[in-house]
């Protein structure tokens, strides 16, 4: 607990006894301190040793008159308020003492007890504000010198951060580059050990990349569908050029072991990819890459959206590419296998950014999420048995779209979605 703060004390100088005794008296009484001292020089000693509130001094004393005593006290303590008592009034000298700032007020005497008091009250006020302006002065101060060393420490950080961000950055790049550099050494591996591999790794860079320029994917799922664009056949390296020749001319002379070594290329490429890319996920998606959405695919036998999302539209890039086929006819084939081979929402998104199929100007395409009330439909939509859902020039509402979807979720809806534009 905190004891209570001192009282201020009140310094009163007079060579007369009397007027010392009742100025002190008249002070006591209001529950000042109150120190006297009939001598102006050894009040000027005791002020060397401590400080007062106030000092009241009479004018007229044999050893040097009251205002030049309170001069000499002002140098020793300017912030103490003084208070000059005379009974002979020269105006334009006490004034000239105020306005210099040598003393606060002067009291005439005889002093009027309710003049005195107030006086002395103005003077402890003014004596309180001043010490309270220099302490906050002070911790102002205080303040801006850490609020200084705080902010040069602050700017050292933030130097030292940008220093260390252009160093990341700087790895960051190199890291990319080198990364770029091993993709592109994978292609050039592919392209030399079977130059028909090379071509069709760049075709699936192109589409795989137009495809991850979509809002469609998240920043992770993006970088899993370039890097297993580029990687995804890195283990038919494995495979004899013999066998990757008679799969593309006679697939169906193949035999089961043969067909099995071609089957297992997936997780041979996720092996090898792991040494230029260790995320799991792009392992995931290289894996996944010739799973069916109906299950009948390789090698783990995923189904639906067990497939990661990156992994079936890869799967559509990929079914295209190898096709062989001219470029109609592989579209035919890619819709001849939506719903089975191929999530269909996939093959909506593959179309959508390739443009491979040109659509008249007022028709475009969208996906099953892209469907909003008011578009009209440019094809009709049916069922995988040929059944009418809904008709071709219908307007969309929020009932029919959530009759679409709801379908979907247990029948997947396997044709292009066409809306007027």
């Not at 009484?29 to 001094?57: D, G, M, N, W």
């Not at 003014?126 to 205080?142: F, G, K, P, S, V």
């Not at 890195?234 to 050029?241: A, K, N």
């Not at 578009?375 to 029919?400: D, F, K, R």
Request: aromatic fraction near 4%; proline fraction near 5%; charged fraction near 25%.
């Amino acid at each position: 607990m905190n004891s209570p703060a001192a009282p201020p004390a009140i310094l009163i100088v007079d060579d007369e006894p009397v007027v010392l005794g009742a100025l002190k008296e008249t002070l006591e009484r209001e529950k000042y301190h109150v120190v006297t001292c009939s001598s102006p020089l050894k009040a000027l000693a005791l002020l060397q040793e401590r400080h007062f509130a106030v000092i009241i001094s009479d004018q007229r004393m044999p050893e040097m008159l009251g205002l030049d005593f309170l001069v000499e006290s002002r140098r020793l303590h300017p912030q103490t308020s003084r208070i000059l008592i005379t009974a002979v009034l020269s105006l334009p000298t006490i004034a000239d003492a105020i306005n210099r700032g040598e003393i606060f007020r002067f009291v005439a005497k005889p002093w009027l007890r309710e003049e005195l008091l107030a006086t002395v009250r103005n003077a402890l006020q003014r004596h309180e504000l001043i010490t309270r302006n220099e302490e906050l002065q002070a911790r102002t101060q205080a303040l801006n010198a850490q609020l200084i060393t705080a902010n040069g420490e602050l700017e050292q950080k933030v130097s030292d951060l940008e220093l260390e961000r252009t160093r990341i950055d700087a790895a960051n790049r190199e890291l990319a580059d080198r990364h770029e550099n091993s993709l592109e050494l994978c292609r050039r591996i592919l392209t030399a050990y079977d130059p028909v591999l090379g071509g069709e790794a760049k075709a699936l860079v192109e589409y795989a990349g137009k495809l991850a320029e979509t809002g469609h994917f998240s920043v992770a799922e993006r970088h899993a569908l370039r890097s297993a664009a580029r990687l995804c056949d890195l283990g038919l390296i494995g495979v004899s050029r013999e066998l990757l020749r008679a799969f593309r001319n006679t697939p169906n002379r193949l035999t089961e072991r043969e067909r099995a070594t071609l089957h297992h290329h997936p997780i041979y490429s996720q092996t090898l990819a792991a040494l230029v890319d260790p995320r799991s996920d792009v392992g995931e998606v290289i894996r996944a890459h010739h799973e069916c959405f109906d299950g009948s695919g390789y090698p783990d036998r995923l189904e639906g959206t067990q497939i990661p999302w990156p992994a079936r539209c890869l799967a559509v890039v990929v079914g295209f590419v190898e096709s062989g086929l001219p470029k109609q006819a592989a579209i035919d084939r890619l819709l001849a296998l939506s719903g089975k081979a191929y999530d269909p929402e996939a093959l909506r998104l593959f179309l959508k950014v390739t443009n491979l199929v040109t659509l008249p100007k007022q028709v475009r395409e969208v996906l099953l999420e892209e469907l909003e009330p008011g578009m009209v439909l440019a094809n009709g939509i049916y069922s995988p048995h040929g059944l009418l859902l809904i008709g071709e020039g219908q307007a969309l509402g929020p009932a029919t779209i959530t009759k679409i979807r709801n379908h979907n979720q247990t029948t997947p809806i396997s044709q292009r979605l066409l809306v007027f534009t």
